[in-house]
């Protein structure tokens, strides 16, 4: 009962995801992230331990339909869950278990998942998909957020949303973008909220504003934004 898009951008190698769903904190089980290697989406009846593992065969070179087919093989109950994958070259790969309800199902191309399960149709999942590619050019967590709010606005789940996040990492281990929303009337708007308020601070993941580090990312922000 929830749908997510999970993407890397093609330009600065960036990973994330934008989540949301009828139970709460769904961000602190779903969504897995390793900067450089990949990123793992384990969603419906949720094994968060799926998460790790599919990390750690990123991490040992493994591609991202390998990797999905040793967390299929390794798991009992993955008839029951949904899962998607997406390797540090952009490759990606989802899983639809035989035993989900309704729609359920995901749109997989190069450096990108968008998908779902009970979801009101799969107009959820496509529109997700069309709003990723309507803004391309823009940062990576701008278009994942107008996606998920386009997969909102096209039915969501069956149910309605009470939780929602959006996650992106960069090259650091700590995330770029770290944002949650639980227990919610509208967790996505609030997402839209609590995102507006963060984006002046990002400057300050690649150091002080006017006080470059010794890698020059204040520039490297600068020029991202177009701004140089």
């Excluded at 990390?55 to 008839?79: C, F, H, R, V, W």
């Amino acid at each position: 009962m929830t749908f997510a898009i999970a993407a890397r951008c093609a330009e600065t190698g960036r990973l994330g995801v934008a989540i949301s769903t009828r139970s709460i904190a769904v961000s602190s089980r779903c969504p897995f992230i390793a900067p450089g290697l990949g990123l793992v989406v384990t969603m419906q009846r949720t094994d968060p331990r799926l998460g790790p593992l599919g990390l750690k065969l990123l991490g040992l070179g493994y591609s991202a339909q390998k990797t999905l087919n040793e967390i299929a093989a390794s798991d009992p109950g993955i008839e029951h869950r949904q899962v998607c994958v997406i390797d540090r070259d952009g490759n990606a790969a989802a899983r639809t278990g035989a035993k989900h309800r309704v729609w359920s199902g995901a749109f997989v191309e190069k450096n990108l998942v968008a998908m779902g399960n009970n979801l009101a149709s799969e107009k959820t999942a496509a529109d997700m998909r069309e709003a990723w590619h309507a803004t391309a050019g823009k940062p990576l967590e701008e278009r994942l957020l107008t996606a998920l709010e386009a997969g909102r606005d096209a039915g969501g789940q069956n149910g309605g949303q009470h939780s929602a996040g959006l996650h992106s990492y960069d090259r650091e281990i700590y995330a770029y973008v770290d944002l949650r929303v639980d227990e919610h009337a509208e967790p996505v708007a609030e997402l839209r909220r609590i995102y507006e308020a963060q984006k002046p601070l990002l400057p300050y993941y690649y150091g002080r504003p006017g006080q470059p580090d010794e890698y020059g990312r204040e520039e490297e922000w600068l020029a991202r934004q177009g701004k140089s």
